[in-house]
């Protein structure tokens, strides 16, 4: 028949539900059918666990609250919303069958999808109104309703006086995208009114004012890409470990570089400047001048305390990676100082989910990386159980970059203990995380320890087979740089070699090529910092524990830096 289609497909029963599956397009997603009270219902492709997900984010206040105003728009003995939120809120999983065998009868079920988007309109209404006087940008949005709904009413002079409180708040915590905002409807005003009563002079300020707030969001967002683009590149290249890397990461920042010292700097723009510098230096492997960034912006949080107060993510960043490089360069007490800054401002407050998913992911990792670092097995081993029950409270919250990393500190933690197939369950973790395929330094140094576990356990067969692979991953990504080259001859010659001082000589070797590199050139001895090879070389050596060469080697170095 001309114009028609013909569609093929099989129906698939659960629980009297449906599904449609299209055969014509086997890659497509199901249709969900429902038959419930003679009737057919057409649900969502996939069930939808938002309202489900946001109930279980409430905390007590927030849910107490929701109920609060829910009550006032009780129709009849109960409300139908707070039933339905109730009974979604003590479920240990989303089970939308059960919800409709439980409210079996019910009006609400005929057009649950409907029910369902407003009930969870409500919630996010409630939270508006919870923390509409906690946050600067809903009052300030708030400022901006009421002076249009008293424009629209023609009480313009009260209007005005709106516009000018917000004013007043958008340039005390630097919003210049809601200065904007104010100034086009200043401009609205004035051409309501009649431009006889508006002075040349305010005409004149609204138009220099809206060019200088352009101008500094156009700034702004020159910034924020030159910051992405070099996020972008760290997380997936890594650090800069050869001339290319350099002009890449030079090509980078040189369209903002010139322009700092003509720029008038307002806090966001001071904030990222710093930033966008102290990841350049760190990239480049210049860690003094990284750690002189960080301090400038450690100074402008504690002298600006509105601004630590409205993006404290932004301060625990700036310090944990302080922490880091401080330790790194040898400075141990001002490591631990920050490390305790660190502390107080995650304890002073007061943690809603993505703070509390943020100190989770920055605190522990720097707390994983200083116990490694100063070879305290015992105090790192005692993280571990919280890294997990971190993992199991957030998920895929975290971000994955930072829960490879953890991962991989875990990993190094196990094999430190001797405890290798505990280390390959974490490296694991790592291998099997697909959104992590572009981020080429954790999975490098994964594989590199994934070969050092399979030295440790003595398993010849399986260690040349992972060899290859390895070899095939890193020649795919031009990623054989000094110490990873260095790195996969040293296991070649071991993986053909059985003669025991054959293999003595080849550690030998392979530590003089690392000693070597750690004092000629820095940006590939920060390789070293994930895995501590010369220690692991000294602890082949002399049969010694690993943690204790990791430790002598520590100290040593705080010594030499102090």
């Not at 109920?67 to 728009?73: E, F, N, T």
């Not at 305390?305 to 401080?326: C, D, G, H, M, W």
């Not at 001797?418 to 369950?425: A, F, I, L, V």
């Amino acid at each position: 028949m001309k114009g028609s289609v013909r569609v093929l497909f099989y129906f698939h029963s659960i629980n009297n539900q449906y599904s449609l599956h299209f055969i014509s397009d086997p890659c497509s997603d199901p249709l969900y059918i429902r038959y419930q009270n003679n009737k057919i219902l057409i649900l969502a492709s996939k069930v939808n666990n938002a309202l489900y997900d946001l109930i279980q984010s409430l905390s007590k206040s927030e849910k107490r609250y929701f109920k609060v105003l829910s009550s006032r728009h009780t129709i009849g003995e109960e409300n139908t919303y707070v039933r339905l939120f109730d009974y979604i809120d003590q479920m240990s999983h989303y089970d939308e069958d059960q919800l409709f065998r439980d409210f079996n009868g019910e009006a609400f079920l005929n057009r649950f999808s409907i029910t369902k988007k407003r009930l969870y309109d409500n919630i996010l209404n409630a939270l508006d109104a919870y923390y509409s006087d906690q946050s600067e940008n809903a009052q300030l949005f708030k400022m901006l309703h009421a002076s249009e709904i008293l424009f629209n009413k023609s009480l313009y002079d009260q209007a005005r006086r709106q516009l000018i409180s917000a004013e007043k708040l958008a340039k005390k915590s630097s919003n210049e995208f809601l200065l904007v905002l104010i100034n086009e409807q200043k401009k609205r005003l004035i051409e309501t009114v009649g431009y006889a009563t508006t002075e040349l002079s305010e005409i004149e300020e609204i138009v220099k004012t809206t060019d200088e707030v352009l101008s500094q969001v156009a700034f702004y967002n020159k910034l924020w890409n030159v910051k992405s683009e070099l996020f972008k590149r760290l997380l997936t290249k890594g650090l800069a470990r050869s001339k290319q890397d350099i002009e890449a990461y030079e090509a980078i920042c040189s369209p903002v570089f010139d322009e700092f010292k003509i720029q008038s700097l307002n806090n966001n723009v001071v904030y990222l400047i710093n930033h966008i510098r102290s990841i350049y230096h760190y990239a480049l492997g210049e860690l003094d001048q990284s750690l002189y960034y960080l301090r400038k912006n450690i100074e402008f949080y504690t002298s600006n305390t509105e601004f630590q107060k409205r993006e404290p993510e932004k301060y625990i960043s700036v310090l944990t990676n302080a922490v880091y490089i401080a330790d790194r360069l040898g400075k141990h007490t001002e490591a631990l100082k920050l490390l305790g800054a660190l502390k107080r401002v995650a304890l002073e407050q007061e943690l809603n989910e993505n703070l509390r998913i943020k100190v989770f992911s920055t605190y522990q990792s720097i707390q994983l990386s200083l116990e490694l670092r100063m070879g305290n097995l015992i105090g790192a081993e005692k993280l571990i159980p919280e890294i997990e029950n971190g993992f199991s409270e957030f998920g895929d919250k975290i971000n994955p970059t930072r829960k490879a990393f953890l991962a991989y500190k875990v990993a190094v933690i196990h094999l430190t203990a001797g405890k290798y197939s505990e280390s390959m369950k974490w490296l694991n973790k790592i291998f099997n995380e697909l959104s992590l395929d572009s981020n080429e330094d954790i999975i490098a140094y994964a594989h590199l320890l994934e070969l050092i576990i399979y030295i440790e356990q003595g398993k010849e067969e399986l260690l040349k087979y992972k060899l290859k692979n390895t070899e095939r991953y890193f020649k795919k990504r031009q990623r054989l740089y000094t110490t990873e080259k260095i790195m996969i001859d040293f296991i070649q010659s071991w993986s053909k070699s059985e003669d025991h001082f054959d293999r003595i000589d080849l550690i030998d070797k392979l530590s003089s090529s690392l000693k070597e590199i750690d004092i000629n050139n820095p940006r590939e001895s920060l390789v070293m910092d994930y895995f501590d090879l010369i220690s692991w070389c000294e602890s082949k050596k002399n049969g010694r524990l690993l943690s204790d060469c990791i430790r002598e080697r520590y100290n040593a170095h705080v010594r030499n830096a102090s």
